[in-house]
């Protein structure tokens, strides 16, 4: 059975993206990252919301951009938005979470489904259906821009620490949630 995953890299604040959804300011912290390396072929499917899909990408201006992972994964996406259209090249639009999540664990059999975006991942928290949180952290303060998690009024969330690692550019923290 699938392990939905939620991995993001994030400021020392809890930033995903700075302003406007910027992402220019994790180019100068992509370097290679051992734990990252050894999950991307472990990933069976992306569920991506809409505006990480359409956003701006830390390897815009090189042949890198537009591609999971900078180029490091292919395989069956599904895009959560309010209007699905079609799409093709392993890309699926689909109009809810749930509709992403059953469609995308499905697909993803024994592996990973990796969840891009902090909006899509509040919904899976919400509706039991997140299993693990990896957060890399990197040495830079935003000030603003969107949260790793960004729900307020809800009840804390109890997580198990699984593994911490480091490069030289991030902290590798991997969590499970406790239900």
């Known amino acids: 059975m699938a392990i939905m995953l939620y991995s993001a890299s994030m400021s020392l604040d809890g930033f995903i993206t700075g302003p406007g959804g910027d992402m220019s300011w994790l180019t100068p912290h992509i370097a290679p990252n051992p734990l990252v390396d050894d999950l991307i072929p472990r990933i069976g499917a992306l569920i991506v919301g809409n505006r990480t899909f ?6 815009r201006g090189t042949d890198r951009a537009g591609k999971p992972f900078g180029g490091g994964w292919d395989g069956p996406q599904y895009v959560v938005t309010h ?52 957060a890399i952290t990197v040495p830079v303060l935003l ?25 030289e550019r991030a902290i590798n ?7």
């Open 54 to 59: 359409g956003g701006d990408d830390p390897h």
């Open 83 to 134: 209007h699905p259209r079609p799409h093709g090249d392993g890309i699926t639009f689909v109009p809810d979470v749930e509709t992403a999540v059953r469609e995308a664990k499905a697909a993803a059999g024994d592996g990973y489904v990796n969840i891009l975006g902090a909006d899509v991942a509040r919904q899976c928290l919400a509706l039991g259906e997140l299993d693990e949180i990896l």
């Open 143 to 167: 000030g603003d821009g969107t949260r790793l998690f960004a729900a307020t009024g809800t009840p804390p969330v109890q997580l198990e620490l699984l593994r911490v690692t480091h490069t």
């Open 173 to 179: 923290t991997w969590m499970r949630i406790i239900t």
